[in-house]
């Protein structure tokens, strides 16, 4: 409650009221002073011409030298008469005869208790001390000794030793004077009224506007830009309105801007593949985007940033760029399991270009380092398949060169060694030169309707005889109505064929290889299941990958180049199908193919 009076007692409103009743208040004291001293000058002026007439009607001028005797009996109880009509002594103005060469009073009509003390009084007024000098004590200065207040006024009589001093006592016009105040501080009290009604009517008319002003900017701080402030006048309040308006209005069209900007960059940060996380000039963090934490595989970001870069090895601290001005980009790799993370640090700046905070962008390049992998081991892999054939074609050649031509049979022998490795290489660069143009968009296509049941067959029928030297049980089953496809014959007979002979080749004599033919809604199929030696379940998902074997040497004895299921799934991708393959190890193998059905 006090505090809410003290904060009334602060308030604007208060403070222009306060203002009015201080003028008022100024105003009754400078009249009061004003009137005082104005009111006793008067009557000290009144005093001092009667007393100057009073000695021109006596008729003594300054070269006369009237006796003690005379000037005793002319003023004292003989002829009282004499001195109240020169010097119109009353009750209140009084005379004092005194010898100024002793300083002794020899006469006053000064009564007790004032008399006692009257001579130590005169001795000390400055009046008396100029009548002394020769000159008259007219300076009119209220003098107060005790409880008594008056004005006196000292000259020296003619050429005598005798000078008349007399006093005028304030209470003759104290009064009129008392009377004067009363009226002044009646005429404050009613001002004060008045001030006060006065007063806050013109203050409300200031600082209403003002309070709504305030009102408004409270609503505007918490959010609330929609009310439009009335402009009831074109003073300098209205106008202060009208700048608030205005200033309410950029104010919402600038946190408009800025809420849909913020919205737009959370949402680009929400939502890029890369990982972003923002720390201030103190290290905390005050961002971080999901993508992040999937990235760093953690539910909650708790450390700060010396803290992410001791737990991954970053070699960066934040006082780096707290007291290092400039500060160059820096980035760093990380593990993270499986996962291969480039991180990269930049900084930003305030608008003085001081650094403000640094920014971690976190890049997963796990397939890139995987394909780059695979590129390595793709170049060593073929530089390997192609090595073999030729160090075996210049051996048989040199050898043959060395003499072995002459013999007829192991001439023979060795030529049909360099045939073979030539027919090695030569498959091998077929599928290298297929695969290059499947991934440059360059092969051309002999798209047609073709019967898929029919296709399917007539490949099993090519591998038949195959199968029957290996003594392996071949069979073919068609479930389900006729299925015709747009394709490429060639092509998807390529697909078929390399299904097959792979699971002849790695299925043992006697094994059993079985082929489905059929529709499963908008896509026909054709799965080969086998019981040969499996795939382990960790090779799997890489079988798919250029020259790579589960087992490369037997492989390699096979005559593969490890190339055809890569150009297999190149071709049904190119036909909108999918393959895949189900495999456990030394339980056979189910390779799938499914494509779209011609509509």
């Known amino acids: 409650m006090v505090l809410k009076r003290l904060q009334f007692l602060r308030s604007l409103q208060w403070r222009l009221v306060t203002i009015f009743i201080l003028l008022a208040l100024v105003l009754a004291v400078s009249a009061s002073v004003s009137l005082n001293y104005f009111v006793e000058l008067f009557f000290y002026d009144t005093f001092k011409a009667g007393i100057e007439n009073g000695f021109e009607y006596w008729g003594i001028d300054d070269e006369d030298k009237p006796t003690k005797e005379e000037i005793v009996s002319y003023l004292t ?15 209140f103005r009084t005379f004092t005869i005194i010898d100024k060469n002793t300083n002794e009073i020899i006469y006053t009509d000064v009564k007790s208790p004032y008399r006692e003390t009257l001579r130590e009084d005169i001795i000390q007024s400055r009046n008396y001390l100029a009548a002394l000098a020769g000159g008259k004590g007219d300076k009119g200065k209220l003098i107060r000794i005790g409880d008594k207040a008056f004005f006196d006024y000292a000259r020296r009589i ?22 004067f105040n009363d009226i002044i501080k009646l005429s404050f009290l009613i001002a004060v009224i008045f001030s006060l009604i006065f007063g806050y009517a013109l203050s409300k008319t200031i600082t209403v506007p003002i309070v709504n002003l305030v009102h408004k900017a409270r609503e505007m701080a918490a959010g609330d830009f929609g009310h439009v402030m009335e402009v009831k006048s074109d003073d300098e309040i209205g106008k202060l309105t009208k700048a608030f308006n205005f200033m309410s209005k950029e104010l919402k069209n600038t946190l ?54 001791k737990k991954y090895n970053l070699d960066v601290s934040i006082e780096e760029v707290k007291y290092l001005e400039i500060y160059n980009a820096k980035e760093a790799s990380i593990n993270i399991g499986e996962k291969y993370i480039k991180i990269y640090f930049a900084l930003f700046t305030d608008e003085e270009n001081n650094a403000d905070g640094i920014i971690a962008v976190l890049h997963d390049i796990t397939e890139q380092q995987k394909l780059e992998n695979m590129r390595k081991e793709f170049v060593a892999n073929v530089s390997h398949e192609l090595r073999t054939p030729l160090t075996s074609i210049k051996s048989y050649a040199e050898t043959l060169l060395d003499g072995a031509l002459e013999n007829r049979e192991i001439s023979e022998k060795f030529l049909s060694v360099i ?90 004599e006697g094994g059993k290889i079985t082929v489905y033919i059929g529709k499963m809604y908008s896509d026909v199929y054709v799965k080969v299941a086998d019981s040969g030696i499996g795939i382990p379940k960790e090779d799997i998902d890489r079988i798919f990958e250029r020259f790579y074997r589960t087992d490369k040497a037997r492989s390699r004895e096979m005559g593969g180049t490890g190339l055809g299921l890569a150009i297999a799934k190149e071709i049904v991708e190119a036909h909108k199908g999918t393959i895949s393959v189900t495999s456990e190890l030394g339980k056979g193998t189910e390779v799938t193919v499914k494509l779209p059905v011609c509509n």
């Open 419 to 508: 045939n073979s490795e030539a027919d090695r290489m030569t498959r091998l660069v077929k599928d290298l030169l297929q695969l290059s143009r499947l991934d440059n968009n360059q092969m051309k296509w002999d798209m047609q309707k073709i019967n898929f049941e029919t296709l399917v067959k007539s490949c099993v029928e090519k591998v038949k005889f195959e199968s029957e030297e290996k003594k392996q049980s071949l069979e073919c089953f068609t479930i389900g109505e006729a299925m015709e496809i747009v394709a490429d014959k060639d092509r998807i007979e390529q697909v078929v064929l390399n299904i097959l002979t792979n699971a002849i080749k790695y299925t043992p």
């Open 158 to 179: 003619g050429k005598t030793d005798y000078i008349l001093y007399f006093r005028y006592d304030r209470e003759e016009w104290a009064g009129a004077i008392g009377a």
């Open 256 to 309: 408009n801007q800025i809420s849909r900007e913020k919205s737009k960059i959370e949402t680009i940060l929400n939502y890029m593949t890369d990982g972003v996380i923002a720390f201030n000039i103190n290290g905390q963090v005050i961002h971080i985007n999901p993508v992040a934490k999937a990235i760093l595989e953690i539910d909650e970001f708790d450390f700060d940033f010396n803290g992410f870069s």
């Open 77 to 91: 109880a003989n002829n009282k008469a004499n001195a109240m009509s020169l010097f119109f002594i009353n009750n």
